[in-house]
């Protein structure tokens, strides 16, 4: 009998090479480093995203949030109505610009301007600002706006942002100034 402490010599079987079992392969990282991996896109992502939230968050002027503003086709020189559009400018709860209308103790009410091609609004917290064509400040929220053009259907403007579904519209066919 042999004795167990003593080597023994390798047997045939034991000796040939074991088949090549591509399922139970060992793993090239650990799980913790899979998970590292996987994580990495996501980071590079965020920094990227902190950048440019830092970067585009300068105090320039005019940096304010667009307001939807109504505008139609009209530029200056192209003619126009000659009705009077008179009203303090006012932005509502859903950020759009109207005019309140009403002096001399009349009834006020909300007038809808559509404003001349290239007209813009931007808003500041709470304070607004119309913009005419060329990018000048033309008047803030508070302003009393004096204008020419004339009133026509809200259904001429389907498509413009913030105007009633029915009833008449104020078309700006002018330069818009402040009456003092």
């Known amino acids: 009998m042999a004795d167990p402490t003593e080597p023994t010599e390798p047997t045939a079987v034991e000796d040939e090479d074991q088949p090549y079992d591509r399922w139970s392969r060992r793993q090239a990282l650990s799980n913790r480093g899979y998970l590292v991996m996987a994580a990495i896109p996501f980071v590079i992502a965020a920094l ?21 503003l109504p505008v139609s086709g009209w ?19 859903d950020h759009c610009v109207y005019l309140e209308s009403g002096q001399d103790g009349t009834q006020p009410g909300k ?6 091609a290239g007209y813009k609004a931007t808003r500041e917290g709470d304070r607004l600002t119309l913009l005419d064509a060329d990018g000048t400040v033309v008047a803030h ?38 009456a003092q």
């Open 75 to 93: 530029t200056e020189g192209s003619g126009g109505d000659d009705a009077l559009i008179q009203g303090v400018l006012k932005l509502d709860s």
């Open 48 to 68: 990227g995203f902190g950048v440019v939230a830092l970067v585009s968050s300068g105090d320039e002027a005019g940096s304010g949030v667009t307001v939807r």
């Open 141 to 178: 929220d508070g302003d009393r706006l004096s204008m020419s053009g004339g009133f026509g259907s809200v259904g001429s403007y389907t498509g413009e942002p913030c105007l009633p579904d029915t009833g008449e519209v104020a078309i700006v066919q002018s330069q818009v100034s402040v």
């Open 111 to 116: 007038v809808w301007p559509v404003w001349p």
